[in-house]
């Protein structure tokens, strides 16, 4: 709420000095609920030490009277903003149409702010469907991977596809978090579509595994399967070799992160995060082609 506030005031100010003295007059909140966010964070931090339970009520009613003061300061902004829109006239360039169409989403995202902000702390209900993690990447969503220790990461699925010799062959970046197994089938086909024919060898990790992927991946004429589905089980040598390199293709996906950027998307928008991983996904199968050197020549010298 609080980034929406400055995001509004300072696009609210940037069209005032665009267009002159015609431009709307507005009140600053941005002071107001920074007040507030700084209580907040402060009383957070010693919501969970070892307190009382007297002392842990009242801070909790507190947190809420602040959030409510917060979301009245927000929703007078967002009132503002579109009172502002309500009088504006055509762009007089191209730079004030870029302001009154960012000052227009901006306000819609906001308001989405306010509705899952009132669900969440004044109702309990912390799981609000389309929630709006970020105000510049409003795409971005909460992934978490059930694995203790393991921080929720912010940002989008992405599906990375493997051939011999460490070429990436596809990749995905899906739109909304979707299974693992969900992606099985696709990616077989997007193998066809690339080498004409179905791989000898198919194999994922434990999230793709499932009866019916198996009986998909042989129906497309795939010669072994390999999607383990537990332990203490007897396997076959091929197996137990397809499984390791699966375990080394985790190796690729931790390069891509650390020496291709894949960690974090400096583009802006889905399309420039699908731009980004192209890009790192290019640059890992030149370094890899580099890597292996000219062909080898034939005959007499």
Known sequence: MADGVRMITRTLTRLREHRGAKGSAFRDRTRSINRRVFEIGQRSRTAGLRTSAVIRAQTKARMKTLYRESMRITRATVRQAEAVIATLGPAPSDAVARLQTGLKQTVGLVRRILAQTRARVLKGNPRYPDKVLSLVEPHTEAIRKGKTGKA???????????????????????????????????????????????????????????????????????????????????????????????????????VLKRRHGLARCRYRGRAGMERWVGLGVIANNLYVLGRAGPPPRHGRH
């Open 152 to 254: 929720t990461e912010f940002g989008k699925l992405v599906k990375i596809q493997e051939a011999e010799a460490q070429f990436v062959t596809d990749y995905t970046v899906c739109e909304t978090r979707v299974p693992d197994g969900t992606l099985w089938v696709p990616s077989l086909k997007r193998h066809e579509d690339l080498f004409g024919r179905p791989p000898r060898l198919a194999v994922a990790d434990g999230g793709f595994s499932s009866r019916a992927n198996e009986q998909a991946a042989c129906a497309r004429g795939v010669r072994r399967v390999v999607l383990p589905r537990g332990r203490g089980q007897p396997r076959p040598r091929w197996f137990r070799r397809a499984l390791r390199w699966r375990t080394g293709c985790e190796g690729r996906i931790s």
